[in-house]
Structure formats: C-alpha cells, structure tokens
C-alpha cells in the first residue's frame, strides 16, 4: 500500500475523490493549503497506482493535480490469479493478478481485446478467462472458410459431400494439432487494458 497525497484546485476534488475511490483507495484526510486549493490523503494499494492512475489524475484534472506517494507496507486483500486459455492452452504471459471485485470485468475486457488481435486462423479459436478452474469470461474466433466446392461444377452431389466431410475432418486434425501464434501487441494491450 502507499500513502498518497494528491494537490489540486477545489473544484476537482470530486473528480480526484472519484478515482481514488475506484481504485480501492481509503480516505484519510482533507486540508485546504488556500480557499482555493487542496491536498487529499488517501491509502492505496501500489498495484492500482502503478497501472495509469498518473493518466487518469491529470486527464480528470485537464492537468492541474499534482501527487506524490510513499510506500507505507503490505495489507492482506482478496487477490485472484486470472489466467487466460488460448485454444485450450494457459498462455503464461497473459496472466495477471487481480482483485477479487474487478477478476469479472477485467476477464472480460482481456478476452475481447485479445480477440480483435489475434489473427484468424483455419480452425476456430475459443478464448477463455479463468480463476482456477472456473471460466469467468469466453469467446472465440471464427475460423477463416475456404470454399471447397469452387472446384465443383454441377454434378454429382455426393462429391460436394464428399469434399466437404474432408474438409471437416482436416479442419478437426488442425485443431488439435493447430498452434495460436498470439502477436506481440496482444501482450502490449494487456498492460494497457484499463484505456
């Protein structure tokens, strides 16, 4: 936890107050440095400092707010490991430590993000945020359709059949055998989900 001390003009303190409450911060304290200025004290735990809340204080502020913090020790608090499952794999790299009241939508949001960024393959990619063994959050992406039947002509329609029963069977083979290359800015977007 850090003990942070926030300066600011009056008419933000809702605003500051707002930011440090989302982000599990524990008001301590108030002082007025003029009739127009102010200092907030609040407790917060480092993990939501270090994320954006720099960003967020001075856009909230249109850049007025100043802080400074220092680290006053550990305090125990509900934490849960989020993994994330790309094709059935636990993909290490992706997986965070967050807090209890926040695994759902964060789990949420990561699964999103990382379906706009992976690329689309052969084979459907199912996308899955867990905590242990419960799925909290899922999606996937769609498998990339190649026309078979281009090639066929009229015809027979048991050699439609026939190609398209081949097909699913190749496709069921690369899905367990398929390997998910995840791009480099999906690892980047996890550290910048909370935009």
């Given at each position: ?49 270090v994320t954006d809340f ?41 997986t965070t430590i967050v ?97």
């Amino acid at each position: 936890y850090v003990r942070m001390e926030i300066y600011a003009p009056n008419e933000y303190n809702g605003a500051l107050m707002g930011l440090c409450q989302e982000r599990r911060g524990e008001y301590i304290d108030m002082k007025y440095i003029t009739t127009d200025r102010v200092t907030l004290i609040y407790e917060l735990p480092l993990a939501e400092v270090v994320t954006d809340f720099f960003d967020q204080m001075k856009t909230r502020t249109q850049g007025y707010a100043s802080m400074e913090y220092s680290l006053i020790g550990y305090r125990k608090n509900q934490l849960v490991r989020l993994d994330v499952l790309i094709n059935g794999d636990r993909a290490d790299a992706l997986t965070t430590i967050v807090h209890q009241d926040k695994a759902y939508n964060v789990g949420k949001a990561l699964v999103e993000k990382l379906k706009e960024l992976i690329p689309r393959q052969q084979f459907k990619i199912p996308i899955q945020a867990s905590i242990g063994s419960r799925i909290i959050a899922s999606t996937s992406i769609s498998a990339i359709r190649k026309d078979v039947l281009a090639k066929c002509y009229g015809g027979d329609i048991s050699r439609k059949k026939k190609l398209l029963k081949k097909q699913a069977k190749g496709k069921k083979r690369m899905k367990a055998m398929g390997k998910v290359d995840v791009p480099q800015e999906a690892f980047m977007a996890v550290l910048k989900l909370n935009d």
